[in-house]
């Protein structure tokens, strides 16, 4: 078994609730990857394989009189998470992160309020070079005939590199699993997905797609 990790996104929107009690819609999207990490025999990540093997969500609403009691919050969150198939060790950090916003968002309970909150959680895989060719685990195969050939040098030239904005900075790049926290740069490809600059550099000098997507990163004629 491999090591989880956990990305997260979440938005509010205001909503025009019914006249009565002000309720929060909290909308969970929860999705899995599978990320096999193939190394050498100095640790060295000389190649990446990625799948996405399901996808979850969830819709409740919830009285937002209830912010007012954190523990029973909290206990709702809990249950919800676990229904999802979040592991708890991720828990405190969401949850923290869902109340934060929702009493930002309500204005003390009085202003009803829509939640996206997108889960992204990864299972990490590493493989010594000297196994490869006794692998074959959810789709990925030993055959070298197999194996993804890169971009052009050209086309990673004209991928242009941007500071991270506050916003980007609540995701995680999805090769390293690192937070995108504005301080390094990062690099948007065609499909609109962010990565370290360093990372998605990589990752095309030995695929010709995203890593998230799997969208093609084609060659844009001049």
């Given at each position: 078994?491999?090591?989880?990790?956990?990305?997260?996104?979440?938005?509010?929107?205001?909503?025009?609730?019914?006249?009565?009690?002000?309720?929060?819609?909290?909308?969970?999207?929860?999705?899995?990857?599978?990320?096999?990490?193939?190394?050498?025999?100095?640790?060295?990540?000389?190649?990446?394989?990625?799948?996405?093997?399901?996808?979850?969500?969830?819709?409740?609403?919830?009285?937002?009189?209830?912010?007012?009691?954190?523990?029973?919050?909290?206990?709702?969150?809990?249950?919800?998470?676990?229904?999802?198939?979040?592991?708890?060790?991720?828990?405190?950090e969401i949850i923290g992160l869902?109340?934060?916003?929702?009493?930002?968002?309500?204005?003390?309970?009085?202003?009803?309020?829509?939640?996206?909150?997108?889960?992204?959680?990864?299972?990490?895989?590493?493989?010594?070079?000297?196994?490869?060719?006794?692998?074959?685990?959810?789709?990925?195969?030993?055959?070298?005939?197999?194996?993804?050939?890169?971009?052009?040098?050209s086309t990673i030239e004209k991928?242009?590199?941007?500071s991270c904005s506050a916003w980007?900075?609540?995701?995680?790049?999805?090769?390293?699993?690192?937070?995108?926290?504005?301080?390094?740069?990062?690099?948007?490809?065609?499909?609109?997905?962010?990565?370290?600059?360093?990372?998605?550099?990589?990752?095309?000098?030995?695929?010709?797609?995203?890593?998230?997507?799997?969208?093609?990163?084609?060659?844009?004629?001049?």
């Amino acid at each position: 078994m491999g090591t989880v990790h956990c990305g997260y996104g979440l938005k509010l929107t205001r909503s025009f609730g019914l006249p009565g009690l002000p309720t929060g819609i909290f909308n969970f999207s929860v999705r899995w990857h599978h990320l096999l990490v193939f190394v050498d025999q100095l640790g060295m990540t000389t190649n990446f394989q990625h799948a996405i093997l399901s996808e979850l969500s969830l819709s409740i609403e919830m009285p937002l009189c209830i912010l007012g009691w954190q523990s029973l919050f909290e206990a709702h969150m809990q249950r919800v998470l676990y229904a999802l198939g979040v592991h708890p060790s991720f828990w405190p950090e969401i949850i923290g992160l869902i109340l934060h916003m929702a009493l930002w968002g309500s204005r003390h309970g009085h202003r009803p309020f829509d939640m996206s909150i997108n889960l992204e959680l990864v299972l990490k895989e590493e493989v010594e070079e000297e196994s490869i060719k006794d692998i074959s685990f959810g789709g990925y195969e030993s055959d070298a005939d197999q194996v993804t050939q890169g971009v052009s040098r050209s086309t990673i030239e004209k991928l242009e590199e941007k500071s991270c904005s506050a916003w980007d900075g609540d995701g995680h790049c999805c090769i390293c699993l690192e937070k995108l926290d504005g301080i390094e740069k990062v690099m948007e490809i065609p499909c609109s997905h962010f990565f370290h600059s360093r990372c998605i550099i990589h990752w095309l000098e030995r695929n010709n797609s995203c890593p998230l997507c799997r969208c093609k990163v084609e060659e844009v004629d001049p």
